[in-house]
T-cell receptor, first 114, second 114 residues
C-alpha cells in the first residue's frame, strides 16, 4: 500500500528564512506525489506534483520539491518564507485500489515569525 | 478552479440525530470524495464515488453512508450522529483516476455533535 509520512507536525521559521517541510513515501513502484496547501478556514489546493517527468518540481508561490528515490523523499522547500506562507501543508500519494484513492500525510503546520 | 460547494458550512447537532452534508460540483468530474480532517490525523477518506450510483468505502466509513444520484451531487449521511463524528468534512473531486490527476477541494463543513 502506498503511504506518506510527514516529519514534524509544526514547523516555525522566521520571515525570509528557508522553509523545509519533509515528506517520505513508502512505495514499491515509482510513485506520483503531491503537495497541497491549506490556508486557515479553507479547503486544500494543489502546490505541486511529481509525475516522474523531472525530479525537481516547481510549484506556485516559489515552492519547489525534489524527488529523491535513494532517500524515498519528496521534501518541500522555499528559499525565503513570507508571512502569507503560514498554512498547513499536506503530502499525498495516489494508490490503494489502483489510483482511485489518495492517501494524505498527517500535515505540517507552518508558522512564520516576523 | 473547479467549482465545488458544500452545504451547510457549519452545523451543530445533537447525538443520535441524522445529518446530511451535500457536495455540489460544476466541473463534471467523474470522481468525488468525502474526507474528514482531525488534528493529528490529516485527511482520512470516508467514502468515494467513481460514477453515478457507484461508491466505495474509505478507511473510516463506519457510521457514514453516501449517495450519488447525479454527477454533480455527492451526499454524505450520518445516520445517527455521535460525538466522535465532530470534525471538519471536506469534499473533493477528481476528473479521472489517472495517477497524475490532482484533487480539487471544497471549502469544508464544520460539524459539531453535542
Amino acid at each position: 500500500a502506498q503511504s506518506v509520512t510527514q516529519l514534524g507536525s509544526h514547523v516555525s521559521v522566521s520571515e525570509g528564512a528557508l522553509v523545509l517541510l519533509r515528506c517520505n513515501y513508502s512505495s514499491s513502484v515509482p510513485p506520483y506525489l503531491f503537495w497541497y496547501v491549506q490556508y486557515p478556514n479553507q479547503g486544500l489546493q494543489l502546490l505541486l506534483k511529481y509525475t516522474s517527468a523531472a525530479t525537481l518540481v516547481k510549484g506556485i508561490n516559489d515552492f519547489e520539491a525534489e524527488f529523491k528515490k535513494s532517500e524515498t523523499s519528496f521534501h518541500l522547500t522555499k528559499p525565503s518564507a513570507h508571512m502569507s506562507d503560514a498554512a498547513e501543508y499536506f503530502c499525498a500519494v495516489p494508490g490503494d485500489g489502483g489510483y482511485q484513492k489518495v492517501t494524505f500525510g498527517t500535515g505540517t503546520k507552518l508558522q512564520v515569525i516576523p | 478552479d473547479a467549482g465545488i460547494t458544500q452545504s451547510p458550512r457549519h452545523k451543530v447537532t445533537e447525538t443520535g440525530t441524522p445529518v446530511t452534508l451535500r457536495c455540489h460540483q460544476t466541473e463534471n468530474h467523474r470522481y468525488m470524495y468525502w474526507y474528514r480532517q482531525d488534528p493529528g490525523h490529516g485527511l482520512r477518506l470516508i467514502h468515494y464515488s467513481y460514477g453515478v450510483k457507484d461508491t466505495d468505502k474509505g478507511e473510516v466509513s463506519d457510521g457514514y453512508s453516501v449517495s450519488r444520484s447525479k454527477t454533480e451531487d455527492f451526499l454524505l449521511t450520518l445516520e445517527s450522529a455521535t460525538s466522535s463524528q465532530t470534525s471538519v468534512y471536506f469534499c473533493a473531486t477528481r476528473e479521472w483516476e489517472g495517477p497524475a490527476n490532482e484533487q480539487f477541494f471544497g471549502p469544508g463543513t464544520r460539524l459539531t455533535v453535542l
